[in-house]
């Protein structure tokens, strides 16, 4: 630390009890300077040679014929004014970085100027500054932190924004050029670690680009606000390193931060450290990890932080959301809530992610005019993936809440239902805990999660599973059971069955009784299966499969092979005595084509199946109802 020794004689201040403070002379004093409980007793020449506030105080205590002054607002209060005291005794006295700026205003109350005395205190105090402390990194700092308790003085002296001009030039100097102390506990970067050789074959340590990070986190949030932004204007450092300078300065002034959380102490003074950070965030993506921005999100929650600071967090998160976890966007429900879960922030960070490919500028145009032009979409395929499969595991999570309505679950499901996946195994994941927690869910609620699913894309694991998941409505069940013997069709080398005319004239004699029946037939479609009915139908459906020798292959009419098509029929009649819903299944997989109950794109009565399944992409109404 720099420091300063003034005056030549020895300090002959003494104090007497806790509030006296005397000069041992030969010479009685003949002033008293009071300040707050703190007495002085002291002599005017000395005083009066340097400072000319002291003059006109002790000129009007002499025409009153008193001997006290009363100083109650001197900045700095009784330490500082002793310095200065000293000072004008000749007395020894050491300025550092903590008390310079203490002394400096105060000596600017007093008056002790060079008009009064060439080499005045505060003449010396301006080289100090200029030539020491403003040089010295550390002692900067310090300087700073202690001029909050000076301000508004220390700012109009200057001294504050000087003191911060000093700093932003340091912490954007060349890292190569950095020769002086610093403090760095975190994590460094490999190369950082490592030891590089100069040209004179010096082996050096290599000043990792964000050194000057954790120093600056010591400094109260007003004034980091100044330097950071300082240190922005000069853009001399990269927007990662000042979002590494906002996240050190975060997880070091708010508690808990980095478990998603804040204890709890003085909500306002947290707020106003959450509001800066998002002020100062720069606009550039990537500049903060979206784990960060998340937690930021969580802890503006937590304070009540404004509208404004919230959607700006949202938006930006949305602008990276391909880069979180499930973990970083499980955010608690507002206080007084009965859901475990805030699910509309996440729905408006999936919408923000999305408005990236719907974003217009404004372009310059041939004869002077303006027009609006629509960029293609600049998210990417693997973007929107990562995001489906995110939000696949999210609803996976939420769902085990017995408090979730469905609406919510379908509602931030349906958002990502355009993005393809290869797979929908984390989808029926979500889909069985939410059905598996929340058992007295209507039907028509039910029906309506289950759409969400394409049962081509499961995989034989997850078949295997909902074949046997008597959770879920028939009519998913025999769409997973059928493609399923599709796709075993095509990796035998079989071709892809049609199913047999016989089948849809027997659809069509189900039309007929279902519309005449007393129950809804829609209703049966819903319902869920037993394990003896599950069995029964993966029995009857496996009958269906037919190889490269076997019907409607290699039958255009429909009418080869009669006795084989007459036992498939039987055996499914079989099947449709005990089960009504069966019968209206296949009269709305084959006998209605179109106008059936199903938004699958692969109908099971397909009249080319071949084609459906080697051209999945030409329909993307994925649904399983």
């Not at 509309?344 to 992610?353: A, D, G, L, M």
């Not at 059971?481 to 069509?508: C, H, M, W």
């Amino acid at each position: 630390m720099k420091f300063m020794k003034l005056g030549s004689k020895p300090d002959t201040f003494q104090a007497d009890g806790n509030n006296v403070r005397y000069v041992a002379s030969e010479l009685v004093s003949d002033i008293i300077i009071s300040i707050g409980d703190m007495k002085f007793y002291l002599h005017k020449f000395p005083l009066l040679s340097k400072s000319s506030h002291l003059q006109k105080l002790i000129s009007l205590s002499n025409e009153e014929n008193l001997d006290e002054v009363q100083i109650s607002d001197i900045p700095g209060g009784a330490s500082a004014f002793e310095i200065c005291a000293k000072f004008c005794y000749g007395m020894i006295v050491t300025l550092n970085a903590y008390n310079v700026i203490a002394t400096r205003c105060a000596a600017e109350y007093l008056g002790m100027h060079e008009t009064m005395e060439k080499g005045n205190l505060i003449y010396k105090i301006d080289v100090f500054l200029s030539s020491s402390i403003f040089r010295s990194w550390k002692d900067s700092i310090i300087l700073l932190q202690t001029s909050k308790s000076m301000l508004p003085l220390a700012e109009d002296l200057k001294v504050v924004s000087q003191c911060i001009e000093s700093i932003a030039n340091k912490a954007c100097v060349d890292v190569s050029k950095v020769d002086w102390s610093y403090t760095y506990n975190r994590k460094k970067l490999p190369k950082e670690n490592g030891i590089e050789a100069n040209q004179n074959g010096v082996r050096t340590r290599l000043v990792p680009k964000d050194w000057w990070v954790e120093d600056l986190c010591e400094l109260e949030v007003d004034l980091y606000k100044s330097v950071i932004a300082n240190i922005k204007s000069k853009a001399v450092q990269s927007n990662e390193v000042i979002g590494e300078a906002l996240k050190a300065y975060a997880y070091r002034r708010l508690p808990n931060f980095g478990k998603g959380m804040i204890q709890c102490g003085d909500v306002s003074k947290h707020r106003v450290i959450v509001e800066t950070i998002v002020w100062l965030l720069p606009t550039e993506k990537g500049s903060a990890s979206c784990r960060f921005l998340i937690k930021l999100l969580k802890a503006a929650i937590f304070v009540k932080s404004g509208d404004r600071t919230k959607e700006e967090l949202i938006r930006r998160i949305g602008q990276q959301l391909e880069e979180a976890s499930v973990t970083d966007i499980l955010i608690g429900a507002p206080e007084g809530d009965a859901k475990m879960y805030d699910v509309s922030i996440v729905q408006k960070i999936v919408r923000e992610f999305f408005m990236k490919d719907h974003n217009a500028e404004i372009e310059s145009v041939e004869g002077g005019e303006l027009e609006e032009i629509r960029k293609p979409g600049i998210l990417s395929d693997a973007s929107k993936l990562m995001v489906a499969k995110l939000i696949d595991g999210y609803i996976a999570e939420i769902a085990k809440d017995p408090n979730l309505p469905s609406s919510d679950f379908v509602d931030l499901a349906e958002l990502v239902s355009s993005i393809s996946r290869p797979a929908h195994d984390d989808l029926y994941r979500a889909i069985d805990t939410y059905l598996k927690e929340h058992p007295g869910i209507s039907k028509g609620e039910k029906k309506r999660i289950c759409k969400l699913m394409d049962c081509r894309k499961l995989s034989v694991d997850a078949c295997l599973h909902a074949v046997q998941n008597e959770r879920l409505p028939l009519r998913v069940v025999v769409q997973v059971l059928y493609f399923e013997q599709v796709r075993t069709a095509a990796s035998s080398g079989a071709s892809t069955p049609d199913i047999p005319k016989g089948i849809k004239d027997l659809n069509n004699e189900s039309n007929g009784s279902s519309r005449s029946g007393t129950t809804n037939p829609e209703d049966d479609l819903d319902a869920v299966a037993t394990a003896e009915e599950l069995k029964a139908l993966r029995k009857e459906l496996a009958s269906l499969r037919l190889s490269n020798n076997g019907v409607g292959n290699n039958d255009k009419d429909g009418d080869t092979k009669p006795n084989m098509d007459r036992a498939v029929i039987g055996k499914v009649k079989g099947l449709l005595k005990s089960k009504k819903s069966f019968i209206k299944l296949w009269a709305s997989k084959g006998g209605q084509g179109e106008n059936s109950g199903s938004d699958s794109s692969e109908s099971i009565s397909s009249a080319n199946p071949e084609e459906a399944k080697s051209t999945p992409s030409r329909n993307r109404r994925h649904s399983v109802s």
